[in-house]
């Protein structure tokens, strides 16, 4: 069983970096897509972006000039940077395996493993 | 961006009754792409659906989807306590994915 976990600041000031690390647990980091998708306080999900295990990324058009992903396939582990972070910044953040493979003559893709989340807050 | 409309926005049921929750796309999409994930309060998402009909691990057979060119629909035939949750349809044609609003079911 996949088991992720989020870790990082709980509080970011406006106009500084949020930097998130997940680590993954209970199965392999290596040929697998991986997730960022946040919540903000009451509202929908928003998927932020992906990292593959080999460093290649695809990000959302509306958060790419802000954003970065890493992964080190030796620590299991992937992060996410953001930088210029406002108030809107503020959410609950999930890492996520981004599952994507075909079958057959069928492909897929789904989120299929999630973390607990991490609450970040962007105030002063 | 494909947008995806859910509804209604909320659902209120007895336990023991049949929920159905519709998803709209803006655009047309894979059934293949298409998901549903249950969310309860403080709780991450949790995959239900994948494919547009498909159970993931461990879900109950009282879960059922299905899909009909750019509608998608989420049954599910008898609620039980636990499944008074917000749902969330989700599709994955391109970039970006992109999540529906939520059904929220509630008990009546």
């Known amino acids: 069983q996949v088991q992720l976990q989020e870790s990082g600041p709980g509080l970011v000031k406006p106009s500084e970096t949020l930097s998130l690390t997940c680590t993954v647990s209970g199965g392999s980091i290596s040929n697998n897509y991986w997730s960022w998708i946040r919540q903000p306080p009451g509202k929908g999900l928003e998927w932020i972006g992906y990292?593959?295990?080999?460093?290649?990324?695809n990000y959302n058009p509306s958060l790419r000039s802000r954003l970065s992903m890493s992964v080190d396939t030796s620590k299991s582990q992937f992060s996410l940077n953001l930088n210029s972070v406002t108030a809107a910044d503020t959410a609950v953040y999930y890492c996520?395996?981004?599952?994507?493979?075909?079958?057959?003559?069928?492909?897929?893709?789904?989120?299929?493993?999630w973390g607990l989340g991490t609450v970040v807050t962007v105030s002063s | 961006e494909n947008v995806l409309t859910q509804s209604p926005g909320t659902l209120s049921l007895s336990p023991g009754e049949r929920a159905t929750l519709s998803c709209r796309a803006s655009q047309s999409v894979s059934s293949n792409w298409l998901a549903w994930y249950q969310q309860k309060p403080g709780q991450a998402p949790r995959l239900l659906i994948y494919g547009a009909s498909n159970r993931a691990t461990g879900i109950p057979d009282r879960f059922s989807g299905s899909a009909s060119g750019t509608d998608f629909t989420l049954s599910i035939s008898r609620l039980e306590p636990e499944d008074f949750a917000v749902y969330y349809c989700e599709q994955y044609g391109g970039t970006p994915p992109t999540f529906g609003g939520g059904t929220k079911v509630e008990i009546k």
């Open positions: 990292i593959y295990s080999s460093g290649k990324t």
């Open positions: 996520v395996r981004d599952r994507q493979y075909c079958s057959g003559s069928s492909c897929y893709r789904y989120f299929d493993y």
